[in-house]
T-cell receptor, first 115, second 119 residues
């Protein structure tokens, strides 16, 4: 079984400062990892994914994430936060060995970027 | 990327009535679609896996007779909330992957979500 932990319900950061949203995962097979962002009353928008290859993955809107196998983590980062980055962020995992299976999501982290 | 369209975005219905939510893959075919429910300030809870041409697979605790899923074509899955009650009020989201384009490594794309309010 897969699971995802996002230990922070809320992250506050000043505009222009770097941001980190934490995620750890558990999967029995091959981890496929994803980050999504959700704005109020909207669906989820894909930011980035790790499947294989370089541990540092770059995605949309200047976000990046680093896959760390030993720590089973996939933290989302951005060097300089914008007010418009304020939203709900979800980390998700899928077992790459298990076919077309659904994503398992973390509980979400609300990011507030303060001007 | 691939586009998943969900309709309606918002619906208010009376208790006891049924509501149908549509999920369409606009530029790809999806043999499998997923339906999620999101409670306020909570994560997405997988309700069921919708399979084109066959019965949906429901997660434990989800009433299949209450949440009817039909996946009649490769681009359309519908979720019908039957005899809705106020406790069914929630945000429902569908998703699908374009497995033909990217194989199983491709990311899932999500509909815009449907805010259901049962009064």
């Amino acid at each position: 079984a897969q699971s995802v932990a996002q230990p922070e319900d809320q992250v506050n950061v000043a505009e222009g400062n770097p941001l980190t949203v934490k995620c750890t995962y558990s999967v029995s097979g091959n981890p496929y990892l994803f980050w999504y962002v959700q704005y109020p009353n909207r669906g989820l928008q894909f930011l980035l994914k790790y499947i294989t290859g370089d541990n540092l993955v770059k995605g949309s809107y200047g976000f990046e994430a680093e896959f760390n196998k030993s720590q089973t983590s996939f933290h989302l980062k951005k060097p300089s936060a914008l007010v418009s980055d304020s939203a709900l962020y979800f980390c998700a995992v899928r077992d790459g060995n298990s076919g077309n299976t659904p994503l398992v999501f973390g509980k979400g982290t609300r990011l507030s970027v303060i001007a | 990327g691939a586009v998943v369209s969900q309709h309606p975005s918002r619906v208010i219905c009376k208790s006891g009535t049924s509501v149908k939510i549509e999920c369409r893959s606009l530029d790809f075919q999806a043999t499998t679609m997923f339906w999620y429910r999101q409670f306020p300030k909570k994560s997405l809870m997988l309700m069921a896996t919708s399979n084109e041409g066959s019965k949906a697979t429901y997660e434990q605790g989800v009433e299949k007779d209450k949440f009817l899923i039909n996946h009649a074509s490769l681009t359309l899955s519908t979720l019908t909330v039957t005899s809705a009650h106020p406790e069914d009020s929630s945000f429902y989201i569908c998703s699908a992957r374009d497995t033909a384009a990217g194989g199983l490594v491709t990311e899932a794309f999500f509909g815009q979500g449907t805010r259901l309010t049962v009064v």
